[in-house]
């Protein structure tokens, strides 16, 4: 027992130890601030962003340019919404671009049969679709990134067909009460600002205050121990899907309304923009820990960032991609270093 | 219906696998307010009894009556609900959830608009843990808590969800002796409220501390049962390990020839105070060169992690290890491995082969970066290096590029031990060498250890099989609860002495005062 001694006196056997079950190391202030940064960090910089860009470009900060900026980021932030959802559970959801482009056509083509149809066809088409995904990845186990990938080119396939390979664009007559969503205003803002918004509280109290919410988080959180604790594993993980498809369905057909027709050429990428604006606002990709609002912060931050870039007439936009990249690079390591420092990845 | 009915009754239950019956006709009684103990060997049949409980597996055969009604549970879910909890070895809970919502994780307090009601969820959460001496912020995520804090919030969350049986499968493995007391306090306060414990541990201190009533399996069968204070501590462990006391022993039974010809040199490895926290507790071994030592003791009782240890595989909080008199960088494998320690792990198919790839890519897979001269791959050198250990350890294989996971478990084993050999090692650390093997190669091995001992090598071995570690062994350092409770010399490699050393019926003191000497 002489030269055994480590710089640390040996405990006697076991006890003497302070042991877990009080506070552990780390004070709590460092934790609260770290968990503030995660779950804040995105709208700070966007508030910062927004600050620098209305002080150098007198045209940033106009009524036009932020009513134009909010109902062009609904759309995205809608289908940021539900990609949430299935991001929180650990999966992700590649088909949401390909299921905004097949619902714009549904909502135009459907528009002639009435409003309701109009409305109506879209989200039971793309929410059955996110019943399949469902199925798939919590059934039959797949991988989410394999199922959605094939639902992405399917609905893009059946979109397509639906448009005689795109030379058909479905018109959406002037003065309907589809038009009127979609292009009218309420309090000086968008309709579907509005309609975003009323989404989005739903969203956070469902994901918050629900046992169905606890089921999201606990799924992603650790599946296995989920089950055992008696988390409807399947059914959270069909639900999500679903709840992502018709959510991108709905974005599909407000987009059609606000643009007057079912444009084939939409919503590529857009499940990359989805995924970027979900991550940047704070959400995990590992699944388990996320919030709503920072999606919603997360879609804005893209958007100012791109009026931005075309505010500085020199720009390039195409640099728009490579500052949003680099960003959302950003964020990951930022995102990563401060869960590691909340010991929790 | 009559007062003193059992909470649970098991009647003949049975269930296979492929290959593998694992629990065989079954019976286990309960009665309100017991606490007790189910205990057995790797292999015994606990696990697979509690996820029939549990409704995590279905049986073959049998019945399971809980509170007079015949059940099948097909889900945890639905086992928990009717009344069955279980708290596991490893916490299984939602690391990322705060802590109050990781306890009422599907039966929150809700508000009249069917809501989650947060504010009374934290204030009973709260109460709830202070009862089991956790005092907490209980909004933080589960994670940022300390495991002896989360296995209690388990159990806080077992205990609340109205069960009439709690199942403890190995619940102090990660406490602090101060946490084991509390753990059972609440045991004594669930026996009081009259609800059933099924109590799972290797610590036999705590059993005997704890438990009224014992059940003990072997091989899928249960070999006894009835009250605790009945059976001394000697009779569990050789009930546990099916061996009776006294039993000859029969010399011929493995192809040890059980003895080494250990040089008096100085030993070759030397690990001295291994600590790490909640395994091992200052665990001192050392080998001397053509010596075959082993580690005895129960399950969890800490030889994998000594293995890990001194192979840097785990991280030690104290302690060193020296190789021929050169002290080892800690936590580090391949620094342990250019030292001369190779381990053969004790689950090959997850730690060992890559299955997919030739016996010659397996085997000179770790010793490729030596045979290279500016990353390039000498293969006439490799190919001279896998001729000649698939013909030194009779390696059966069709040809060097036969795939891996073709072969039998017992070659598959022979290649494992080729590619560290390859490596020139000083020391070798066998973890269960012959498990899920066949006779035959089971022999081989066996001799195979016999010849590499005799060429030097020092050997340390770990063995369920009582047979192949009192014959295959030298010496045997006798662990219990992550520290060295013996060490047996010469003629005390006995059956008979390892099992009175493990249930702690005082061993010769020049044992004892031996193994703390050799720290």
Known sequence: ?345 | MAPPAEVLAVRGLSKSFPGVRALDDVDLTLHPGEVHALIGENGAGKSTLIKLLTGVYRPDAGDIVFQGRTVSFGTPLEAQKAGISTIYQEVNLIPLLSVARNLFLGREPRNRFGLLDSARMNREAEEALREYGVRVDVRRPLRTLGVGAQQMVALARAVASEARIVIMDEPTSSLEPREVETLFSVIRRLRDEGIAVVYVSHRLDELYAVCDTVTVLRDGRRVHHGRLAELDRLSLVSTMLGRELGEVRQEGLTKFTGDHHATDSRPVLEAVGLTVPHKLNEVSVSIRPGEVVGLGGLLGSGRTETAKAISGALATSSGRVTVAGVPLRGGSTPAAIRAGISLLPEDRKSEGIVPGLSVRENISLAVLPRLSRFGLVSEARVDSIVDTFIERLRIKASSPQQKVGELSGGNQQKVLLARWLAMNPKVLLLDEPTRGIDVGAKAEVQKLVDELAADGLGVLLISSDLEELIEGSDRVVVLKDGAVVGELTGDEVTEDKLMRTIAGHAPEKDAVEEAASDG
């Not at chain 1, 109009?118 to 793309?126: D, Q, R």
């Not at chain 1, 000086?188 to 989404?199: D, E, R, S």
């Not at chain 1, 709840?243 to 059609?256: E, F, H, K, Q, Y």
């Not at chain 1, 390591?333 to 010991?343: C, F, K, P, V």
Request: proline content about 2%.
């Open chain 1, 1 to 345: 027992m002489t030269a055994t001694k480590t710089d640390a006196p040996v405990a006697p056997a076991g006890d003497g130890k302070q042991a877990a079950a009080t506070e552990p190391v780390g004070s709590a202030r460092s934790e609260r601030l770290s968990a503030l940064v995660q779950q804040h960090g995105a709208l700070a910089v966007l508030v910062v962003v927004s600050l620098v860009a209305s002080f150098s470009f007198d045209s940033f900060a106009t009524g036009d340019n932020v009513g134009n900026m909010a109902t062009s980021s609904a759309f995205l932030a809608i289908v940021a919404l539900g990609m949430t959802f299935v991001i929180i559970t650990g999966g992700i959801d590649l088909s949401v671009g390909s299921l905004f482009a097949l619902g714009g056509v549904l909502a135009a083509w459907g528009s002639r049969h009435g409003t309701l149809v109009a409305l109506l066809l879209p989200l039971v088409v793309c929410g059955a679709i996110g019943v399949v995904n469902g199925l798939l990845v919590a059934r039959s186990r797949l991988a989410p990134f394999i199922v959605t990938l094939a639902a992405m080119l399917g609905a893009r396939g059946l979109m397509l067909a639906l448009t005689d390979e795109g030379a058909n664009t479905y018109l959406i007559g002037k003065g309907s009460f589809l038009a009127e969503l979609g292009q009218g205003t309420t309090l000086g803002l968008g309709n579907p600002v509005w309609i975003t918004l009323a989404l989005f509280v739903a969203g956070a109290v469902v994901l918050r205050r629900t046992r169905f919410g606890q089921h999201v988080y606990a799924v992603g959180g650790n599946e296995d121990a989920a089950a055992l604790m008696g988390a409807p594993v399947a059914r959270t993980k069909i639900l999500v899907y679903t709840l992502s498809g018709v959510l991108a369905g709905l974005a599909g057909a407000l987009n059609a309304a606000w643009l007057a027709s079912g444009v084939t050429i939409l919503g590529n990428g857009m499940e990359l923009d989805a995924i970027a604006a979900v991550v940047i606002g704070g959400t995990l990709l590992t699944g388990g820990l996320g919030y709503v609002s920072g999606s919603l912060v997360g879609v804005l931050l893209l958007r100012v960032i791109q009026n931005v870039i075309n505010q500085v007439g020199s720009l390039d936009s195409s640099y728009q991609q490579v500052v949003s990249g680099a960003f959302l690079a950003l964020v990951v390591i930022a995102q990563t270093w401060l869960g590691r420092r909340r010991q929790l990845l």
